[in-house]
């Protein structure tokens, strides 16, 4: 079964901190790697997509993969309170847009 | 571009009855559609594909007699949730993908969701 792993949390972090989100995977064959935000009681929005081994970086957030160790990272940098949510990371799994997703970490950012 | 509509988004129904969601898509023509389904939390699980004049594709464990899904036109795709009871309280989330917006591997576009509560 392929699956995605997420610590669940809550993580938290004071405001202006950085804060790291961890994902692992285990299909090898995995190409695509997408960071969703969810709020309480909402639908996913997609804060980043990584395809390549490095780093990926958009405003405040990075995205880091790494495929030989199986692992896809998320930074956010100068954490706001209104980044509290909870990630989602998702891998696609093979097949037409057909993805798994991680459990998600909730995030706390702490005024 | 890439909007996806999601209706309604939310719904108390008695336990028996029957439930339809829609997701349509709003700006481009939707050739496939995913339906999932989130427990409290839980991760996103993938229910069911179906594309557009196609018998939906369901996954493991998923029954197809129950969630019945119809995808026949490339705006709308429902989901009907038969006979329904409180286990089946979820949020109920649609995905749309076309070919002039999306790619094997492009993200995915979700709509707003459906909190379906069942009594």
Not at chain 1, 2 to 8: D, G, H, P
Not at chain 2, 82 to 94: G, Q, V
């Amino acid at each position: 079964q392929k699956e995605v792993e997420q610590n669940s949390g809550p993580l938290s972090v004071p405001e202006g901190a950085i804060a790291s989100l961890n994902c692992t995977y285990s299909d090898r064959g995995s190409q695509s790697f997408f960071w969703y935000r969810q709020y309480s009681g909402k639908s996913p929005e997609l804060i980043m997509f990584i395809y390549s081994n490095g780093d990926k970086e958009d405003g405040r957030f990075t995205a880091q993969l790494n495929k030989a160790s199986q692992y896809v990272s998320l930074l956010i940098r100068d954490s706001q309170p209104s980044d509290s949510a909870t990630y989602l990371c998702a891998v696609n799994t093979g097949g037409y847009q057909k993805v798994t997703f991680g459990i998600g970490t909730k995030l706390q950012v702490i005024p | 571009g890439a909007v996806v509509s999601q209706h309604p988004s939310w719904v108390i129904c008695k336990s028996g009855t029957s439930v339809k969601i829609e997701c349509r898509s709003l700006d481009f023509q939707a050739t496939t559609m995913f339906w999932y389904r989130q427990f409290p939390k839980q991760s996103l699980m993938l229910m069911a594909t179906s594309n557009e004049g196609s018998k939906a594709t369901y996954e493991q464990g998923v029954e197809k007699d129950k969630f019945l899904i119809n995808h026949a036109s490339l705006t709308l795709s429902t989901l009907t949730v038969t006979s329904a009871h409180p286990e089946d309280s979820s949020f109920y989330i649609c995905s749309a993908s076309g070919q002039r917006i999306s790619s094997y591997n492009s993200p995915l576009h979700f709509g707003n969701g459906t909190r379906l509560t069942v009594t």
